[in-house]
Antibody, heavy 119, light 107 residues
Framework: QVQLVESGGGVVQPGGSLRLSCAAS????????MHWVRQAPGKGLEWVAF????????YFTESVKGRFTISRDNSKNTLYLQMNSLRADDTAVYYC????????????WGQGSLVTVSS | DIVLTQSPATLSLSPGERATLSCRAS??????LAWYQQKPGQAPGLLIF???NRATGIPARFSGSGSGTDFTLTISSLEPEDFAIYYC?????????FGGGTKVEIK
């Protein structure tokens, strides 16, 4: 069965950096695009970033452009989100999610990793 | 960005009742609308994609309809495990956006 397991969350000061990882199993990781979606405490869902199956295409929501990078290692079945220049409004649970056939729906999700940006 | 407005914000119903949730888009999204269910402390899960297609393993009591700007998620007879928050999401225009959610609570 499909499993996505995030790690790397924690507490970081404003302006700091953090890298999230998402270990994938149960499907052919190298064949599917992957996303990061976040949810601020008590709030709704916000799409953050996408990377194509081979890493050749990347997209970001406007608020994280220039601060976040997305990458993947298909040999390790792992997705990453490098977050720099973190701000208080980046505080959220970050989910990795697998693309469905269309690429822009999310058919499997990890359990989430909490990132708290606070001094 | 396309804005998705969900109504009502909260729906109070009893098990066995029918639930009707609405999602309205600020411009046409054709049929490129999905629905997700999120239970407390859990990640969301895909229910419906492209307006009316049930995702793998989703029971038949969940159905989606609509096109253009107006969409509906219907749960024909609420089971105890269906009390949760439901989000709609469009993939018609980049970036993909979500609605604010409808909470279905036990009356």
């Amino acid at each position: 069965q499909v499993q996505l397991v995030e790690s790397g969350g924690g507490v970081v000061q404003p302006g700091g950096s953090l890298r999230l990882s998402c270990a994938a199993s149960g499907f052919t990781f190298s064949s599917d695009g992957m996303h990061w979606v976040r949810q601020a405490p008590g709030k709704g869902l916000e799409w953050v970033a996408f990377i194509s199956y081979d890493g050749s295409s990347e997209y970001f929501t406007e608020s994280v452009k220039g601060r976040f990078t997305i990458s993947r290692d298909n040999s390790k079945n792992t997705l990453y989100l490098q977050m720099n220049s973190l701000r208080a409004d980046d505080t959220a649970v970050y989910y990795c999610a697998k693309s469905n056939g269309s690429g822009w729906n999310f058919d499997y999700w990890g359990q989430g990793s909490l990132v708290t940006v606070s001094s | 960005d396309i804005v998705l407005t969900q109504s009502p914000a909260t729906l109070s119903l009893s098990p066995g009742e029918r639930a009707t949730l609405s999602c309205r888009a600020s411009q046409s999204v054709s049929r490129y609308l999905a629905w997700y269910q999120q239970k407390p402390g859990q990640a969301p899960g895909l229910l419906i994609f492209d307006a009316s297609n049930r995702a793998t393993g989703i029971p038949a009591r969940f159905s989606g309809s609509g096109s253009g700007t107006d969409f509906t998620l219907t749960i024909s007879s609420l089971e105890p495990e269906d009390f949760a928050i439901y989000y709609c999401q469009q993939r018609s225009n980049w970036p993909p956006t979500f609605g604010g959610g409808t909470k279905v609570e036990i009356k």
